[in-house]
Every structure is written in C-alpha cells, then in structure tokens.
C-alpha cells in the first residue's frame, strides 16, 4: 500500500493524528509532515516533499491545506491521492488578518496560553466542548508547539496564497471532509473546492467540528481507509 504523509494544522501536532495512523500504519508507511521549522507555506512544502517518498498519498487538516495546495503545484506527480479535511483554498480576508494579528500580540505579551482557549470554541463542535477530554487534547497540542513555533505559522498563513485559481489543475483523486460545526470552515469554502477540483467528493459529518480526527475518529478513519488504496 502506498505511504500516506500527513500534513497537521496550526497549533496541533502530530497527536491529531494518532487515531488515524493507529488505524491506517498496518501495511504502509506513516510520515508526519514537520510543520515547526518554517515561516512560509513554501518552505513547509518544500520539507514536507524533502522528507516524503517518491509517491505518496497526501492528508492534510486545516493550515495542512495550505500546504497541501502548494505541494500540487510544485509536485503535483507525486501525490497520488489527496484528502483534504477541514481547509479552505483562499487566502485570509481583513477579518481573518485581523484575528491573527490579535494572536500575535497575545503572544508577544506574554499571554500564548490565551490563544488556545479563544481557539477551543472554534475547534470543538458546540455539544462537544464540554468533554474534558477533547478540550485538554487541544490545550496539551497547544503546549506542544510553543508560542515560538505558533508565531512561525501565523506568518505563514497570513503570507499564503489564494489556492483556488489553482484547483483546475489539481488532478488526483480527491476527498474533502467536513464537519458541519467547523467553526473556522464554511460551507461555502468545501463548495469551492469541490467544484473546483473536478471528480472530487465531498464528505460531510454531522455535529462535528473542525477537530474531525479527535471528535469523530471512527468516521474519519472509515473515509480514509475507503479512500487511501
């Protein structure tokens, strides 16, 4: 079976992850893309293809995205399935910029544990965020990355590029996810990308939230393990 590189969001780490590559490693190779070291979404993929193999299905979650949409446009040959789970293919509008700029200067006044818990709304479906369990997940991921490595993601969002001039051309297989409680991702985003991305499917799951791989793990893995042949 062919590798699978999973690409995590901001603030997340690898342990996003962890139910899926339970789930999916039997059999295959399992690669965790580094997203800690670099200020752009260029050089994200840029270390995400250095240490991917030659071919390789590519799963992306949130700003994993981003880098996503930049790995098909430099090496569109070598993804040979692409999943896409709660992202968004245009770039930040003046709101989005504006939030972000307000991380930032909770950061640089000392104050990074503050962002995690404006984002928990955000990340978690409404019904969920009660669940000591999942809201813990997210702090735990948060003090994982550090407000170094967080200030190193926020630039490189804010300096992504819009995406969906580029979904015409992307041709591999794809699936999109989406939980219909995302609180980052809207509708209107996964329409974008599953028309324009041509023979992509969209998947939706009920009262989930952005976290889809930590809420509803049993789902996810099922889409994935259909899809990832």
């Not at 752009?40 to 390789?56: E, H, K, N, S, V």
């Not at 040979?80 to 709101?95: F, H, K, N, Q, W």
């Not at 324009?196 to 889809?212: D, F, K, Q, V």
Request: proline share 7%; aromatic share 4%.
């Amino acid at each position: 079976m062919s590798p699978i590189v999973f690409a995590t969001s901001q603030l997340l780490t690898p342990a996003v992850w962890s139910p899926q590559v339970e789930a999916l490693s039997p059999g295959r190779d399992i690669i965790l893309a580094d997203h800690t070291r670099d200020d752009t979404i260029a050089g994200l993929a840029d270390r995400l293809l250095a240490a991917a193999p030659p071919r390789f299905h590519l799963v992306a979650h949130g700003m994993g995205g981003f880098v996503a949409f930049e790995v098909m446009r430099r090496a569109p040959e070598r993804v040979e399935r692409l999943a896409l789970l709660a992202t968004l293919a245009s770039a930040d509008g003046p709101a989005q910029t504006q939030r972000r700029a307000g991380y930032i200067r909770l950061v640089e006044d000392g104050r990074f544990e503050a962002v995690a818990e404006e984002r928990i709304p955000m990340l978690i479906a409404p019904a969920r965020r009660g669940e000591t369990a999942l809201t813990q997940a997210v702090r735990q991921m948060a003090r994982d990355t550090g407000p170094e490595i967080f200030l190193r993601q926020q630039r490189a969002i804010m300096g992504r590029p819009d995406s969906r001039p580029g979904l015409p051309d992307i041709t591999a297989p794809t699936l999109i996810v989406w939980g219909e409680a995302d609180g980052i991702t809207a509708a209107a985003h996964q329409s974008e990308m599953l028309l324009g991305i041509a023979g992509s499917r969209l998947e939706t799951l009920p009262a989930c939230g952005h976290l889809s791989t930590l809420e509803q793990p049993s789902q996810v893995n099922a889409l994935l393990a259909a899809f990832l042949l």
